[in-house]
């Protein structure tokens, strides 16, 4: 009986406890879970009131501090239209120390600029002499203020885009208007403070336009349209959001990318309102404070539960070492199952010798197949060139027929070449290597079947780099490759009515040769080279052209490949390194 036969039944203790331990895992962790997501609702509601109480309190000052500034500020043209000097200047028509008078005055009460201006609306004396002799009387304030005998308030927006706010009130003696004195507060002043990183803060006038924001792109509009300028979110953003809308519950207006509170509050001043955009962020961030210190209470308790556990884990190994003798009287047994399956191996080795020799027979078999195959082409073509030359002899053609025998006199060469080559094919090729320009060999290739080609009507597309597309190769056998792949797009094409074959050589790194053609294509490219592996009928071929093709690319380190054409016919392709790159590796492997 073997080890695997053994009956093994486990104690009933050792089953139900990882199940038990596992339930008590699963509870742990969803009870941490509620407790995570309760803890989160509850924090941030309270948090949530925190930070709106304290918005509150803040508005309320921001408001405070708007009023008083424009109370300040509203009683200063009353005074300074009782003044004696500005009266006397008026009266005199004399403005030399008006002017300095006024920068003193302005640099008391706090006001951004004070102008004099003459019955005819033209600027007499200003805080900023650059403004001195400016054309005013057709400005709100001072059409209102020579209408109206009391302090008149104006506020507008000049090109700028800034909004002006203006005190003015004319000034006049017993005999009529003198001129008018105007005081503008600077309430831009107050948007400073009103800055902060989670919050913001605009002041609209009675038609609801946001006259003050700390956001200066919505000056001159009513909050809608400001609201509506807002960059659309991103995914990543519109998920930050939602996740802000669950926890906190209210889906109100967002800024700075997260849910925010709005606040108003009233300004008795000419329908004035104030409101703020308070965000949440604080109080996401101080909930998250409070829910990472939960997560980290429920990691030590879990830590604590997998110690346990690796104590107990500790114990159980100790039960395992007394088991462990058992495992070493079962060993004994397996040794002895391994000593009669070395006998069995030794009586594989003996049958592998005897395949061994089978395989040198298939060998010499496969070599005297291939002696055949490749002294079929040039014989064939001796064939074609003594028929041309006997036609030619008879036509008394002599110098045409001396050609054909100058030819057949080539392809005896190569077949004793070929013969002598035959012991190569048992060992790696690169010995007789030279550098050989593939254009010639292709053209040698396309000579040798010059006679196939021309009597089955091919028509030949080449495309051939001008600079010497150069490899290190032995070109009789280079040849040989295209000769072989010529003659297999011969045969695929068969009795077609178009025949046409694509001839390409690139050349960059790798030089690489493309032989198209318009067949029907092949249909099984895994075994295509195999040795003895053919389409053709019994007695037209023995399968071993692209296999022995195959080996002689492979010698000269380059690659055949096969497939099939995007429209139709199949493809072949003869990849071997260039020059330069075969000398590098060369050099490398020396």
């Given at each position: 009986?073997?080890?695997?036969?053994?009956?093994?039944?486990?104690?009933?203790?050792?089953?139900?406890?990882?199940?038990?331990?596992?339930?008590?895992?699963?509870?742990?962790?969803g009870?941490?879970?509620?407790?995570i997501?309760?803890?989160?609702?509850?924090?941030?509601?309270?948090?949530?009131?925190?930070?709106?109480?304290?918005?509150?309190?803040?508005?309320?000052?921001y408001?405070?501090?708007?009023?008083?500034?424009?109370?300040?500020?509203?009683?200063?043209p009353?005074?300074?239209?009782?003044?004696?000097?500005?009266?006397?200047?008026?009266?005199?028509?004399?403005?030399?120390?008006?002017?300095?008078?006024?920068?003193?005055?302005?640099?008391?009460?706090?006001?951004a600029?004070?102008?004099?201006?003459?019955?005819?609306?033209?600027?007499?004396?200003?805080?900023?002499?650059?403004?001195?002799?400016?054309?005013?009387?057709?400005?709100?304030?001072?059409?209102?203020?020579?209408?109206?005998p009391?302090?008149?308030?104006?506020s507008?927006?000049?090109?700028?885009g800034?909004?002006?706010?203006?005190?003015?009130?004319?000034?006049?003696?017993?005999?009529?208007?003198?001129?008018?004195?105007?005081?503008?507060?600077?309430?831009?002043?107050?948007?400073?403070?009103?800055?902060?990183?989670?919050?913001?803060?605009?002041?609209?006038?009675?038609?609801?336009?946001?006259i003050?924001?700390?956001?200066?792109?919505w000056?001159?509009?009513?909050?809608?349209?400001?609201?509506?300028?807002?960059?659309?979110?991103?995914?990543?953003?519109?998920?930050?959001?939602?996740?802000?809308?669950?926890?906190f519950?209210?889906?109100?207006?967002?800024?700075?990318?997260?849910?925010?509170?709005?606040?108003?509050?009233?300004?008795?001043?000419?329908?004035?309102?104030?409101?703020?955009?308070?965000?949440?962020?604080?109080?996401?961030?101080?909930?998250?404070?409070?829910?990472?210190?939960?997560?980290?209470?429920?990691?030590?308790l879990?830590?604590?539960?997998?110690?346990?556990?690796?104590?107990?884990?500790?114990l159980q190994?100790?039960?395992?070492?007394?088991?462990?003798?058992?495992?070493?009287?079962l060993?004994?047994?397996?040794?002895?199952?391994?000593?009669?399956?070395?006998?069995?191996?030794?009586?594989?080795?003996?049958a592998?010798?005897?395949?061994?020799?089978?395989?040198?027979?298939?060998?010499?078999?496969?070599?005297?197949?291939?002696?055949?195959?490749?002294?079929?082409?040039?014989?064939?073509?001796?064939?074609?060139?003594?028929?041309?030359?006997?036609l030619?002899?008879?036509?008394k053609?002599?110098?045409?027929?001396?050609?054909?025998?100058?030819?057949?006199?080539?392809?005896?060469?190569?077949?004793?070449?070929?013969?002598?080559?035959?012991?190569?094919?048992?060992?790696?090729?690169?010995?007789?290597?030279?550098?050989?320009d593939m254009?010639?060999?292709?053209?040698?290739?396309?000579?040798?079947?010059?006679?196939?080609?021309?009597?089955?009507?091919?028509?030949?597309?080449?495309?051939?780099?001008?600079?010497?597309?150069m490899?290190?190769?032995?070109?009789?056998?280079?040849?040989?490759?295209?000769?072989n792949?010529?003659?297999?797009?011969?045969?695929?094409?068969?009795?077609?009515e178009?025949?046409?074959?694509?001839?390409?050589?690139?050349?960059?790194?790798?030089?690489?040769?493309?032989?198209?053609?318009?067949?029907?294509?092949?249909?099984?490219?895994?075994?295509?080279?195999?040795?003895?592996?053919?389409?053709?009928?019994?007695?037209?071929?023995?399968?071993?052209?692209?296999?022995i093709?195959?080996?002689?690319?492979?010698?000269?380190?380059?690659?055949l490949?096969?497939?099939?054409?995007?429209?139709?016919?199949?493809?072949?392709?003869?990849?071997?390194?260039?020059?330069?790159?075969?000398?590098?590796?060369?050099?490398?492997?020396e």
């Amino acid at each position: 009986m073997s080890l695997a036969d053994r009956p093994t039944t486990p104690p009933r203790r050792s089953i139900r406890r990882p199940w038990v331990l596992r339930a008590l895992i699963l509870l742990f962790l969803g009870g941490a879970i509620a407790v995570i997501w309760i803890s989160n609702i509850w924090l941030t509601e309270r948090f949530t009131e925190t930070t709106r109480n304290r918005a509150e309190v803040r508005l309320a000052i921001y408001s405070g501090s708007v009023l008083s500034e424009i109370r300040r500020h509203q009683v200063v043209p009353l005074l300074l239209s009782r003044d004696p000097s500005l009266i006397r200047s008026l009266e005199a028509n004399d403005y030399t120390q008006t002017s300095q008078y006024l920068i003193s005055y302005v640099e008391d009460i706090g006001a951004a600029s004070i102008l004099l201006l003459d019955r005819a609306g033209r600027v007499v004396a200003a805080t900023d002499r650059a403004r001195i002799a400016e054309r005013r009387n057709n400005d709100p304030f001072f059409v209102e203020a020579t209408r109206s005998p009391n302090t008149v308030f104006t506020s507008n927006e000049p090109e700028t885009g800034r909004f002006d706010f203006t005190f003015s009130r004319r000034i006049e003696n017993g005999d009529g208007l003198l001129g008018v004195i105007l005081v503008e507060i600077d309430l831009a002043r107050l948007v400073d403070r009103w800055r902060g990183a989670s919050e913001a803060v605009f002041l609209a006038n009675s038609q609801g336009e946001i006259i003050l924001s700390t956001e200066s792109r919505w000056r001159g509009r009513t909050e809608a349209e400001a609201m509506a300028l807002r960059i659309p979110p991103t995914a990543i953003q519109r998920a930050l959001e939602g996740a802000g809308d669950w926890a906190f519950g209210d889906p109100s207006p967002n800024f700075f990318g997260s849910a925010t509170i709005r606040l108003e509050s009233r300004i008795p001043f000419r329908g004035w309102r104030i409101v703020s955009y308070t965000a949440y962020t604080s109080v996401r961030e101080r909930v998250n404070g409070v829910l990472a210190l939960e997560i980290m209470g429920f990691a030590l308790l879990l830590a604590g539960a997998f110690y346990v556990l690796s104590r107990r884990a500790r114990l159980q190994t100790a039960v395992l070492a007394r088991e462990s003798a058992e495992l070493r009287r079962l060993n004994v047994r397996l040794q002895r199952e391994i000593a009669e399956r070395q006998r069995v191996e030794r009586t594989l080795e003996e049958a592998e010798l005897s395949l061994q020799q089978s395989q040198k027979l298939a060998a010499l078999g496969e070599m005297s197949a291939a002696v055949s195959h490749e002294l079929n082409q040039p014989l064939a073509a001796m064939k074609t060139y003594l028929a041309g030359a006997r036609l030619l002899l008879q036509r008394k053609r002599t110098e045409e027929a001396a050609s054909s025998f100058q030819r057949i006199d080539d392809l005896i060469e190569r077949m004793g070449a070929i013969t002598r080559q035959l012991k190569s094919y048992a060992r790696k090729g690169g010995d007789a290597l030279e550098p050989v320009d593939m254009r010639d060999a292709l053209k040698g290739a396309i000579t040798m079947m010059e006679p196939q080609l021309r009597s089955d009507t091919v028509h030949i597309t080449q495309s051939l780099p001008r600079k010497p597309a150069m490899v290190m190769a032995d070109r009789l056998r280079l040849e040989q490759v295209f000769i072989n792949l010529l003659r297999n797009a011969l045969d695929a094409m068969g009795g077609a009515e178009e025949k046409e074959i694509d001839l390409i050589i690139a050349q960059g790194d790798e030089v690489v040769l493309t032989v198209r053609d318009s067949g029907p294509g092949i249909d099984d490219l895994d075994a295509l080279f195999e040795p003895f592996y053919t389409t053709k009928k019994p007695g037209e071929g023995v399968g071993l052209g692209l296999a022995i093709s195959s080996g002689i690319v492979k010698d000269l380190g380059g690659r055949l490949s096969a497939r099939n054409g995007e429209r139709s016919g199949a493809v072949f392709e003869v990849r071997l390194p260039a020059l330069a790159v075969a000398e590098e590796q060369g050099t490398a492997a020396e």
